[in-house]
């Protein structure tokens, strides 16, 4: 482990070995960091959250391997004891990036410049953010879904597709993305018969889900989708599409 000038860490915090901190970095409350990880000048780990409700409970981030946090992002601990916020393996938070309390972030996702997330986001794996987006709480982000930057997300993102806008719309399927990640082709294509089918705008959700099991071969990105879909948080799933002029 190496650990740069003027960072202050706490003594209930818990590090890995070959994780990289730069100089004047605060890692503080009961924070676990796991193996080779960097974390750049002025980041701040596991400070109280900023929700009133908080009292002073003891509550955790947990953070796994091969993760890199550039300047001045901040993640802070669960406003609730025993709460925990959570980021996995491989993950690539830009400069200026909030995490805040509760949001669990899976692996290999990639955050642009000044993308914040209020508290109980959970973002599944390989999720793509671009720069100055902003993420309502309670939010869930489905696995390889594309965030256009400067997006206002205030409903369940679809796994696999693509949006954007001020609130974000469904622009259609990430289509690089998952060319990327080497998802079949007879794969992507059931996938965008699915998502045409979501934000088509003719069907309810749970009237949609029943569409695409009868007409859309069941590959299993698409049952993924299903899946995400079937379960939906407080706010909703996205299910329009984009206006384009």
């Known amino acids: 482990m190496e650990i740069g000038p003027f960072t202050i860490i706490?003594?209930?915090?818990i590090i890995g070995k070959g994780?990289?901190?730069h100089s004047s970095v605060l890692i503080n409350g009961w924070t676990t960091i796991g193996e080779d990880n960097e974390?750049?000048?002025?980041t701040v780990i596991g400070e109280e959250p900023q929700d009133m409700k908080?009292?002073?409970?003891k509550s955790y981030v947990i953070i796994g391997d091969r993760n890199s946090f550039r300047e001045y992002v901040t993640i802070?601990?669960?406003a609730d004891a025993g709460g925990a916020t959570i980021i996995g393996d491989e993950n690539l938070l830009m400069n200026y990036i909030h995490v805040a309390h509760n949001c669990v972030l899976g692996n290999q996702i990639v955050i642009a410049n000044m993308v914040g997330f209020a508290g109980h986001v959970t973002i599944e794996d390989q999720v793509v953010f671009g720069g100055l987006s902003g993420i309502h709480q309670f939010v869930r982000i489905g696995k390889m879904a594309m965030i256009a930057g400067y997006s206002k997300v205030l409903q369940d993102i679809p796994p696999f597709s693509l949006v954007e806008g001020q609130p974000a719309r469904i622009l259609g399927l990430n289509i690089p993305?998952?060319?990327r990640r080497k998802?079949?082709?007879d794969s992507r294509n059931a996938l965008k018969k699915a998502i045409n089918i979501i934000k088509s705008r003719k069907f309810k959700r749970t009237d949609a889900l029943e569409v695409i099991r009868k007409e859309v071969d069941i590959t299993p990105e698409v049952e993924h989708l299903l899946q995400f879909m079937s379960n939906p948080s407080k706010q909703g799933i996205l299910m329009q599409s984009a206006k384009r002029s």
Not at 54 to 57: L, N, Q, S, T, V
Request: charged share 30%; net charge positive.
């Open 183 to 185: 998802v079949q082709p």
């Open 39 to 42: 974390i750049y000048k002025g």
């Open 177 to 179: 993305g998952l060319r």
């Open 76 to 78: 802070h601990r669960a």
């Open 10 to 13: 706490g003594k209930n915090v």
């Open 54 to 57: 908080y009292k002073g409970e």
């Open 19 to 21: 994780t990289k901190i």
